[in-house]
């Protein structure tokens, strides 16, 4: 099967030629009214959660056949599944009928949806099946156009699942561009370069979709908001050394650095601040559940291995965000989910590993119990005071009159900028280069024409 | 290992194989009629525990409150309802003796911004059944809760039910494991940071 022959442009969602964008977003501030209009956010279910690729799901979620989760592409409830012949596909979650949702499941393995309303039943391909008592309709009810709607592209890059309703879009690949690079090295220090996603800690917010966003490559918040984490993973030393305790005196003089990688993707890479050898990572853990006891087991079993068998557990000093709602950091993949202007939810999916290779062994158990741990802290005890930072951010956007929130961090200052032979732009590690180079992509994608396409099976 | 090095407050050692299988098996299937405790001053004895408990949380009173856990204890809130396994599955929280004193550290920096100011809580406990296990000297006991939260403006709920290990000490009836079942454990949840 090749795909679909059935193409249906929507009408544009909403027009956005009545916002003038360079006023709302300029060189070094923004308007308040990016994070508060609800028209904005409207206008972002097209242009952005709908013109550009969104992550949806990762492919361990739906390994095997009939697979499927239930998730949003923006706003729009969606099926993603893997279909009964192993195609992925991103089904919209509504009857053909009468618009009902028909999986209300979070996760499962289906081989058809039928609706709970009227009965109208559907493969996993989308095709539907039949319906109870065709014979009140004046033609065969199985017409292309009561197939369900889906999203004409879905591509899958090592794992990470993206959608797009614009035909228009480059190729997943094209578009990830440089920031290709930090993925593979994030999958590819774990064995056979897979992860598994196991659960998550979930949160949501009162505040806009974009407040995390713009976080997410932040080093300038870490010291003040993540202050009662790094004051507690240091709390047995007299010298702070553990977790991001390196931002403690002069960062931007280290050797980590932020850097744009180009279509509203960034990079924090910390990984330059780790002492360069095996072990060098878990030197950096703070405290966790059981980590005494499994680093004392290993070293006695498997001796110079343990290094680098405990690293495995360690957390990637890394955030690898793509545009707009995915962030790989440490071993999680966050996911930012809007809900409305002000709502947003932060899921963190936890990962483990495997034995891929075989040359784990029964060490498996105790990497991934101990990796468990070490993700369970920074949701905990560091992203539980950024949401409450989000939230009031967004309460103090309600100062109608007060009207800017400056990027401008870094901005204008001689030498401080590199602009390397990719394309990307690289900066020390609090400067706010990042947010005012993504958002510039934003600006790109709000204040042009979207074009949505839904598809249907023929 | 000298003493000081072996203090769970300290370091880790006690979180081994050993103790994530026995404490799967201890929270596997152990809500059993045959097992309830039907002795009335057996039962009030643990309810009066658990309501002690909820009084010193909503009295921010956390040095006493990490009184009634053993030294090597666990606070387990499963991300999926049924508890999972928290050795290949991330849960909400999973702290053992140090971490829950790292918890209630941070609470107290001045600088957890998710509780400044901090929460109120009024916290209901009810339904409490006593369970006997094939150890004298070990009770499992389940209680349902509600914690009416006020932050922010605002007073919510937050409800489930919880799965207690105890163990009878020198000291009385201690609670070695306390798995908390959060009735929303796999939604996203709105600043969850008080100790529950």
């Known amino acids: ?458 | 290992m000298s003493a000081e090095i072996k203090d769970p407050s300290r370091s880790s050692y006690y979180v081994d194989g050993d103790f994530y299988r026995t404490l799967i098996e201890r929270f596997d299937d152990w809500q059993d009629d045959a097992r309830i405790v039907n002795d009335h001053i057996e039962r009030d004895m643990f309810r009066g525990l658990l309501e002690r408990e909820a009084r010193l949380l909503d009295q921010h009173r956390y040095e006493s409150w990490l009184k009634m856990f053993t030294p090597e204890c666990v606070y387990w809130a499963p991300g999926r309802p049924g508890g999972g396994d928290p050795r290949t599955e991330i849960a909400v929280i999973f702290d053992d003796r140090r971490r829950l004193e790292d918890r209630i550290f941070r609470l107290c920096t001045g600088y957890a911004w998710s509780q400044a100011p901090r929460s109120r809580t009024v916290r209901l406990v009810t339904n409490v059944e006593v369970f006997s296990t094939e150890e004298a000297n070990r009770r499992m006991v389940r209680a349902n809760f509600i914690i009416n939260e006020f932050w922010d403006n605002e007073t919510r709920l937050l409800t489930g039910w919880c799965g207690y290990n105890l163990q009878n000490t020198v000291e009385g009836w201690l609670i070695q494991a306390k798995q908390i079942n959060l009735i929303d454990c796999d939604q996203c949840i709105r600043n969850p940071s008080i100790i529950l």
């Open chain 1, 1 to 458: 099967m090749s795909g679909f022959e059935t193409r249906e442009a929507q009408t544009p969602g909403h027009t956005t030629t009545s916002y003038d964008w360079d006023f709302l977003v300029q060189d070094d501030r923004v308007h308040r009214s990016i994070y508060a209009d609800p028209e904005i956010f409207a206008a972002e279910m097209t242009h952005i959660f709908g013109k550009t690729w969104v992550y949806i799901a990762h492919e361990s979620e739906i390994a095997n056949p009939n697979d499927f989760v239930t998730r949003k592409l923006g706003l729009r409830p969606v099926i993603v599944v893997r279909d009964s012949d192993g195609r992925l596909r991103v089904l919209y979650n509504r009857c053909t009928h009468r618009g009902t949702t028909l999986c209300r499941q979070e996760r499962g393995s289906a081989r058809n949806f039928q609706c709970p309303y009227h009965g109208w039943n559907f493969g996993n391909n989308g095709k539907l099946r039949g319906v109870p008592w065709p014979d009140g309709y004046t033609q065969d009810i199985r017409d292309e156009r009561f197939n369900l709607a889906q999203v004409p592209r879905v591509q899958s890059y090592r794992g990470f699942i993206f959608a797009t309703l614009n035909m228009d879009a480059p190729d997943l690949l094209h578009w990830l561009g440089p920031i290709t690079r930090p993925i593979d090295e994030w999958l590819d220090r774990n064995p056979g370069g897979k992860i598994v996603v196991c659960e998550a800690n979930r949160f949501k917010y009162k505040g806009n979709w974009k407040l995390a966003y713009d976080n997410s490559s932040d080093g300038y918040h870490v010291i003040y908001s993540h202050r009662s984490l790094i004051e507690t993973e240091n709390r047995m030393t007299d010298e702070p050394n553990k977790g991001m305790a390196y931002y403690k005196n002069s960062p931007d003089s280290l050797a980590m650095y932020v850097q744009y990688m180009g279509n509203g993707h960034h990079f924090k890479d910390k990984r330059p601040n780790l002492q360069p050898r095996p072990g060098g990572l878990w030197a950096l853990e703070s405290l966790h559940p059981g980590m005494e006891y499994y680093e004392s087991e290993f070293r006695s079993r498997y001796g110079e291995r343990a290094d680098s068998l405990l690293d495995l557990a360690g957390s990637e000093p890394v955030n690898i965000n793509i545009f707009p709602n995915l962030s790989l950091l440490g071993n999680h993949i966050q996911v930012f989910e809007p809900v409305s202007v002000n709502e947003t939810n932060a899921v963190w999916y936890g990962t483990r590993i495997e034995d891929v290779n075989g040359d784990i062994g029964d060490a498996l158990e105790g990497i991934n119990a101990l990796r468990m741990r070490t993700q369970e802290g920074f949701p905990n005890f560091g992203e539980v005071d950024d949401l409450a930072n989000f939230e009031q951010i967004q309460r103090g956007l309600d100062c109608l009159e007060d009207e800017w929130i400056y990027m401008n961090r870094g901005y204008g200052l001689p030498d401080r900028i590199k602009h390397n032979a990719d394309g990307t732009i690289s900066g020390p590690a609090t400067d706010e280069v990042f947010m005012r180079e993504y958002i510039k992509e934003w600006k790109r994608l709000m204040s042009g024409p979207a074009h949505l396409t839904i598809q249907r099976e023929p």
